[in-house]
C-alpha cells in the first residue's frame, strides 16, 4: 500500500533526525519461524515481559518461549513419544491462556496448565526413552533440566504425544498472549493488561529500581499516555533483551512520537508534536509565543548548519507492522510512505516496528 503525503511538515521528525536509525537488511521482527526446534533457557537468560493488550479486534502477541525442564517418555509397545516442556512465558502475572491460543509448530495441539509465581506441572524431568523392538530410537536430550524457583513468574506446562516416526516432537510452542502481565494503569488507575507503551516505562522504572518512584513525573506521563492512547500509539510486544534503560526509554520514545524529558528533576515524557486539549495532533497552524532578535543573543552565540543535500533528497520510508488476526498466527505487513509525486522508484529506507506496532495506522503515523 502507498500512501502520499502532501505536507512537508508530516514528515519532519524524520527531517530532523528524530527518527530510528535505519535498520540493515533483515527478517521482520514479527517473522516467526514456526517450524524451528524448541528454544531452551540458558543460566542468565533475561526473563521476556509480555505487555499487550488486544482491543477491538487489534493487539496482542504471539510468543515462543523457551523451555526451563523437559520430560521425553516413550511407549514400550507402540513407541509413541510422550513430551513434556515447563515454559516461562513471561515476567509478572499473565491472565488465563485460552486453550486455543497454544500451538506446537503451526498447529493447535496438546495439553497444558499455567501458573504464577510457582512451576507448573507435577512430572520429574528427564530423558526415559527406552528402545523397542522393530523402531526407530526416539534421539530425544539427555539434560532436561532440574526443577527451580520461578519468583514473580508466568510458567506453563505443556504437554503432547506424538506417534512414531514423528518429526514434529521437538518443534517449537507458540502461544498467543492477548493479555499481557498486570500492571495498574495510568489512565484509569486499574490493575490489568496495558498496551500504552507509559505504562510499560513506569513499570520497567519501578521494577529496575534505576528510577526512583518519587522522581516520575506522573503528571506528564499522564499526558503522554493520554497522546498515545487518543492517536493509536499502542505497544503489543515483548520486551526481553538486556538493555541500558534510559536508553531503551528515549529510543523507544522515538516510535511513538514522544520526547524523554527531565524537569526539576524528574523524569517524563512529551508529545514531539504540539497537540490539542483533546490530546490529538495539532495539524493546523501553530501560534508564535515569542519573538527572538539579535537582542537576546549573546555576541557569536548563533551559527547557522546546513544539511548536507544527499540528506534532503525525496526517500520512500517501508514502514513495517504486524498484523494480528484473532484466530490465527500475525505476520508482517509494510506500508509505504512518500511525499506526493516523489521518489516513486527510491530510494527506500526501511523501518522495522513489527515487534511492538500491530496497526498501520500507527506506522503511518
Not at 488465563?96 to 509448530?105: A, M, R, S
Not at 512529551?270 to 490530546?279: E, I, M, S
Not at 484466530?327 to 510512505?337: M, V
Amino acid at each position: 500500500m502507498s500512501i502520499n503525503i502532501s505536507d512537508p511538515l508530516s514528515l519532519l521528525p524524520y527531517q530532523s533526525g528524530l527518527a530510528d536509525p535505519v535498520l540493515i537488511e533483515a527478517a521482520a521482527n514479527a517473522a516467526n519461524d514456526l517450524t524451528a526446534p524448541q528454544q531452551a533457557y540458558k543460566i542468565g537468560d533475561p526473563v521476556p515481559i509480555v505487555f499487550c493488550r488486544r482491543v477491538s479486534g487489534n493487539g496482542g502477541v504471539m510468543i515462543s518461549p523457551g523451555a526451563t525442564e523437559g520430560r521425553y517418555e516413550n511407549d514400550g509397545t507402540t513407541n509413541e513419544l510422550t513430551v513434556s516442556l515447563h515454559l516461562v512465558l513471561s515476567e509478572g502475572d499473565l491472565p488465563t491462556i485460552p486453550i486455543k491460543d497454544v500451538f506446537v509448530g503451526p498447529c493447535r495441539q496438546g495439553t497444558w496448565n499455567q501458573n504464577y509465581d510457582r512451576r507448573s506441572g507435577t512430572w520429574i524431568p528427564g530423558n526415559f526413552i527406552t528402545v523397542v523392538t522393530g523402531k526407530i530410537p526416539w534421539t530425544c536430550p539427555f539434560y532436561c533440566g532440574t526443577s527451580g524457583r520461578y519468583e514473580d513468574m508466568t510458567t506453563l506446562s505443556y504437554v503432547n504425544s506424538f506417534p512414531d516416526g514423528s518429526q514434529r516432537w521437538q518443534q517449537q510452542v507458540h502461544v498467543f498472549v492477548r493479555e499481557g502481565i498486570k500492571v495498574t494503569r495510568i489512565i484509569d488507575s486499574t490493575l490489568g493488561p496495558s498496551n500504552n507503551v507509559i505504562d510499560l516505562a513506569i513499570y520497567l522504572m519501578n521494577e529496575s529500581g534505576i528510577i526512583d518512584s518519587t522522581l516520575i513525573d506522573n503528571t506528564q506521563m499522564l499526558a503522554g499516555a493520554n497522546f498515545c492512547q487518543t492517536n493509536g500509539l499502542l505497544f503489543n510486544g515483548v520486551f526481553k533483551q538486556s538493555l541500558n534503560l534510559d536508553d531503551w526509554l528515549a529510543q523507544t520514545g522515538n516510535d511513538f512520537l514522544l520526547r524523554l524529558v527531565e524537569t526539576n528533576g524528574k523524569v517524563g515524557y512529551k508529545p514531539r508534536l504540539p497537540v490539542n486539549a483533546d490530546h490529538t495532533i495539532k495539524t493546523t497552524a501553530i501560534d508564535w509565543v515569542f519573538t527572538f532578535t539579535e537582542d537576546h543573543l549573546l555576541p557569536d552565540g548563533f551559527e547557522i548548519e546546513y544539511i548536507a543535500l544527499e540528506d534532503r533528497q525525496p526517500v520512500c520510508l517501508q514502514m513495517i507492522w504486524r498484523q494480528q488476526p484473532d484466530a490465527d498466527i500475525g505476520f508482517p505487513r509494510t506500508t509505504e510512505i512518500r511525499f506526493s509525486n516523489e521518489a516513486p522508484n527510491g530510494p527506500f529506507e526501511q523501518y522495522d516496528l513489527s515487534q511492538f506496532c500491530t496497526s498501520e495506522t500507527h506506522a503511518v503515523k
